[in-house]
């Protein structure tokens, strides 16, 4: 039985970019269906809070974040590469613009023209999720002319090679994928993705690349897993000593951009990159939760 649990739904772009980066390395791992929007009860009491999607559980250990997410793969699964060492910052960077700024243009006109296949409550559950500063944006049509720019510059890049940073598919592709992908949901940014050969053909062999060995659980299967297992606490080798954020202190975590749910734990070790907490929850007892530095906003517990 494979470890890899993701927590995921069908219409969730994130959680593609993370099954294609399985079915690249060709793992076994499980799906479990949550849901599209809050509340999420089968989630949470993993996470602490986040709600956003995808996670992923190994035991009880929970991953936050599809760039956290990836690193982990790779870290457990290193062979076949996601990515060559020596284009490992270029991707990172193509998938942060992919991510975010790709990401921001597509989803408007693509919920707009897919609303009749969302759940009734989407638009308002989506809404709660901005900050209360994120203002009402640009019009829906500048996001479509928007995502034109953005798949000219995936036409431009695959000129002369079939993925993103040569002959094979890296994070690089997987990013900007799950980005396209979900526009297809949408009729007028299908006809601009269409009228491009070499990015129709990029979206055709990445379709063809499947999904890995699935197996579904069901969400009690993934707390019962949780809660019958203990979290390793031994921090990794590159483990740092950081006097502004020390072991054993109580945090708040929760994300700077959308989804701005808090986590609230112990830290037991940081990285550079990364923040692992504990906490303990009464369904499923004690697990640590994973979350990457970029994109969060980590604050003491003692401090608010
Ligand atoms: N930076 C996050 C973004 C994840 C994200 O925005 N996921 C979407 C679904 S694809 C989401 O959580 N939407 C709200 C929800 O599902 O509750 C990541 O890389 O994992």
């Known amino acids: 039985m494979s470890d890899l649990i993701l927590h995921q739904y069908t219409m969730s772009p994130f959680s593609i970019k993370v099954i294609k980066i399985l079915a690249h390395k060709g793992l076994a791992w499980h799906g479990v269906a949550q849901p599209v929007i809050a509340p999420k009860p089968d989630l949470t009491p993993l996470t602490g809070g986040y709600r956003r999607i995808p996670v992923l559980q190994i035991g009880a250990h929970i991953y936050c974040d599809t ?32 991510d975010h700024r790709m990401f921001a243009h597509a989803a408007m006109p693509t919920v707009f023209e897919a609303l009749d296949a969302l759940p009734e409550k989407f638009l308002e559950d989506r809404a709660a999720m901005q900050p209360a500063n994120a203002g009402a944006g640009a019009p829906v049509e500048h996001s479509i002319a928007q ?30 994928y ?28 990445i379709d063809d690349m499947g999904e890995g060995e699935r197996a579904d659980i069901s969400p009690r299967q993934a707390l019962d897993i949780a809660r019958e297992a203990s979290p390793d606490e031994t921090p990794p080798v590159d483990a740092i000593a950081d006097a502004a954020l020390p072991n054993g202190a109580k945090v708040r975590i929760q994300p700077d951009d959308y989804g ?5 734990g112990e830290i037991v070790w940081t990285t550079a990159d990364e923040l692992a907490v504990k906490r303990h929850d009464e369904t499923v007892g004690d697990v640590m939760v994973h979350y990457p530095r970029a994109g969060y906003l980590i604050t003491l517990e003692t401090a608010s």
């Not at 990836?70 to 998938?95: F, K, N, V, W, Y």
């Not at 995936?154 to 040569?166: C, I, N, Y």
């Not at 992908?181 to 990029?202: D, E, G, H, M, Q």
């Open 67 to 98: 760039t956290l997410i990836l690193r982990q793969i790779e870290h457990l699964h290193p062979s076949p590469p996601c990515t060559p060492a020596a284009q490992q910052g270029a991707a990172d960077m193509i998938a942060d613009w992919a």
């Open 260 to 264: 701005q749910e808090v986590t609230k």
């Open 147 to 176: 995502f034109q720019q953005d798949c000219l510059l995936l036409e431009r890049q695959l000129a002369a090679t079939p993925f993103l940073l040569g002959d094979n598919f890296t994070l690089a592709d997987a990013a900007a």
């Open 178 to 205: 799950h980005v396209v992908n979900f526009t297809r949901a949408a009729p007028s940014l299908v006809k601009i993705n269409s009228s491009l050969p070499r990015l129709s053909a990029w979206l055709q062999r």
